[in-house]
């Protein structure tokens, strides 16, 4: 059965009893704010590190961590929030304290599910690690369909191949040149190898300042990378499906870490689709990054950029200017969203 879905009305009443939290702390004495008093002390700052389907682990100022409850006008608490909790004078069934409001976010990650729209999985991101791998295949055309999330998001993406030890000196050489189709755009780009710890430092380097987050296929090793930043932290590996070869999801809820080396590091449940049917056409178009000094140059207005007269993009692609791959890849992802679209149409008008 889906979900309940919440009218606009009752999205709005969310984001506003949000907001007067805020602005009740911001005005008022902490003691003032008013919810099981008895209960609770006073309002303190906090930050979102992991998160579960019905609570969220804070952490407070002097680093200690508290498993809370959220007010049941709360919506979308993810990790990455900074957030005004309260603890409880005393533990009520392993639970510690209670959220109450969220701080205005920088930005945020999000996907679209069929079910519940768009839904968030974090926030205050500096910059989107995309781990991808020789298994269960190297695509581009996932890389493309995260570039084009962090592109919308505004947030910059580093591309990282891991495995690396699993590259035999052929498959190493044209996976260089895959990569370099990126380099040649802007993205930075690395090969490593959490296994051999091949490039291990570069990444590190690459993380130590501001939060970042790994996202990618289940199986392309993110939480073996994880274990090799934090050996001491229990992280869950999964191995490749032997019926499907596809990776088996080891993490069940979101995290975030703090790395030896300074800055903050979230890992996020593997994904093994990144839609984007709840993007328009023009924000795909604007996501590849290439595109940029030929749009506005085709002959029509509302040219689709196939077998169009004139279109500025395939003359871009036939002079080297646009790779092919990516214009490929650029089309295989609007026919996607169509489709996607449809099958969103048909589940909520079947539902």
């Not at 995309?130 to 055309?141: Q, T, W």
């Not at 994904?271 to 924000?283: A, D, N, T, V």
Request: proline share 3%; aromatic share 6%.
């Amino acid at each position: 059965m889906a979900k309940r879905k919440l009218t606009q009305n009752q999205k709005r009443r969310i984001a506003s009893n949000n907001v007067k939290a805020l602005e009740r702390h911001r005005r008022k004495p902490q003691q003032d704010i008013d919810w099981q008093e008895n209960m609770l002390g006073d309002t303190q700052e906090g930050l979102v590190v992991t998160r579960y389907s019905m609570h969220a682990d804070v952490e407070d100022g002097q680093g200690c961590i508290y498993r809370c409850n959220l007010r049941r006008t709360l919506s979308g608490v993810v990790v990455g929030d900074r957030v005004l909790w309260r603890r409880g004078h005393e533990k009520l069934q392993g639970i510690s304290g209670v959220i109450e409001a969220i701080r205005p976010r920088r930005n945020e990650l999000s996907r679209p599910d069929y079910y519940d729209g768009m839904k968030v999985m974090a926030s205050n991101i500096d910059r989107i690690i995309i781990v991808s791998s020789v298994l269960p295949a190297l695509s581009l055309n996932i890389i493309d369909r995260y570039l084009v999330i962090c592109e919308t998001a505004g947030i910059p993406a580093i591309i990282v191949l891991n495995k690396a030890d699993l590259l035999s000196p052929a498959q190493r050489s044209q996976a260089e040149e895959q990569l370099g189709i990126y380099r040649d755009i802007g993205y930075q780009t690395l090969i490593l190898s959490a296994e051999s710890g091949e490039n291990m430092e570069k990444l590190t380097a690459l993380l130590a300042q501001g939060t970042s987050i790994f996202v990618g296929q289940s199986g392309v090793g993110k939480s073996s990378l994880i274990q090799h930043l934090l050996p001491e932290q229990e992280v869950k590996t999964g191995d490749i499906s032997e019926n499907s070869g596809l990776g088996q999801h080891t993490t069940t809820a979101s995290r975030l870490y703090h790395l030896a080396c300074g800055g903050d590091l979230i890992d996020s449940p593997g994904i093994r689709e990144f839609g984007l049917w709840h993007l328009e056409e023009s924000q795909i178009t604007q996501g590849y990054l290439e595109f940029h000094a030929f749009l506005g140059g085709c002959k029509f207005r509302d040219c689709k950029h196939l077998d169009d007269p004139q279109c500025a993009l395939r003359a871009a692609v036939e002079e080297g200017k646009i790779h092919p791959q990516r214009f490929e890849n650029y089309h295989r992802l609007i026919n996607a969203r169509t489709e996607n679209r449809s099958k969103r149409h048909f589940i909520e008008n079947t539902d």
